[in-house]
C-alpha cells in the first residue's frame, strides 16, 4: 500500500510570510499531483510533476518533485490571505489507475 | 458552466433510508471516480469506473454500490445509510485517452451527506 505523509497538518501565518509543506512516502510514484481546496468545494488540480528533480512555479507557488520520486514541496512566497485552503498531494504509481492522496495541509494565511 | 456538477450539494437523511448521489460531467473524460472526505483521514476512494461497462471497487465500497449510466453520468447510492456515512461524497473525471498517464483528476463541488 502507497501512504502519502503530509506535514505540517495545519499552518497559521501572517500575510507576506514565506512557508513550505512537504509531502514525503516511502514508495516511489511515477507523477505527483497538487490540488487546494477550498472550504465547501472540491479540489482543483494545481500542477503535476512526472520527472524526479522538476520544479514548476505558478505565479507564487514552487513545486519541486524530489529526485528519488518519492517526496514532493510546495512552498509559497509571500502568502497573501487568497492563499487559505487545504493543500492535498496525490500520487500515481507507475501502472496505477489510482491517486493515494496525502491527508492535506490546512493553511491559513491571517491579513 | 462547471464542468463535473453533482446533485444534491447537501442531503440530511435518516438511518435506514436509501439514497442517491448524482455526478454528471461535461469534459467528456472516459474514466470517473467516487470519493468520501472525512476529517482527519483524507480522500477515501469508494468506487471507480473506467467506462460505461467497467466498474471496480476502491478503498472502502462497503454500503455503496454505483452505476454508470452513460459516459457522462455516475451515481453513488447508499442503499441503507446509516451515521458513520456522514461525510463529504466527491465525484472526479479523468481523462486516460489523452494518454499522459498521469491520472490528474477533476472534482465536482461536493456533497455534504448527514445521516441521523
Known amino acids: 500500500t502507497q501512504l502519502l505523509e503530509q506535514s505540517p497538518q495545519f499552518l497559521s501565518i501572517q500575510e507576506g510570510e514565506n512557508l513550505t509543506v512537504y509531502c514525503n512516502s516511502s514508495?516511489?510514484?511515477?507523477?505527483l499531483q497538487w490540488y487546494r481546496q477550498e472550504p465547501g468545494e472540491g479540489p482543483v488540480l494545481l500542477v503535476t510533476v512526472v520527472t524526479g528533480g522538476e520544479v514548476k512555479k505558478l505565479k507564487r507557488l514552487t513545486f519541486q518533485f524530489g529526485d528519488a520520486r518519492k517526496d514532493s514541496s510546495l512552498h509559497i512566497t509571500a502568502a497573501q490571505p487568497g492563499d487559505t485552503g487545504l493543500y492535498l498531494c496525490?500520487?500515481?504509481?507507475?501502472?496505477?489507475?489510482?491517486?493515494?492522496f496525502g491527508k492535506g495541509t490546512k493553511l491559513s494565511v491571517i491579513p | 458552466d462547471a464542468d463535473v456538477t453533482q446533485t444534491p450539494r447537501n442531503r440530511i437523511t435518516k438511518t435506514g433510508k436509501r439514497i442517491m448521489l448524482e455526478c454528471s460531467q461535461t469534459k467528456g473524460h472516459d474514466r470517473m471516480y467516487w470519493y468520501r472526505q472525512d476529517p482527519g483521514l483524507g480522500l477515501r476512494l469508494i468506487y471507480y469506473?473506467?467506462?460505461?461497462?467497467?466498474?471496480n471497487k476502491g478503498e472502502i465500497s462497503d454500503g455503496y454500490s454505483v452505476s454508470r449510466q452513460a459516459q457522462a453520468k455516475f451515481s453513488l447510492s447508499l442503499e441503507s445509510a446509516i451515521p458513520n456515512q456522514t461525510a463529504l461524497y466527491f465525484c472526479?473525471?479523468?481523462?486516460?485517452?489523452?494518454?499522459?498517464?498521469?491520472?490528474?483528476?477533476?472534482f465536482g463541488p461536493g456533497t455534504r451527506l448527514t445521516v441521523l
Open positions: 514508495s516511489v510514484f511515477s507523477s
Open positions: 469506473s473506467f467506462d460505461v461497462k467497467d466498474i
Open positions: 496525490a500520487g500515481s504509481g507507475a501502472g496505477s489507475y489510482q491517486l493515494t
Open positions: 472526479a473525471t479523468s481523462d486516460f485517452r489523452s494518454g499522459r498517464m498521469t491520472n490528474e483528476q477533476f
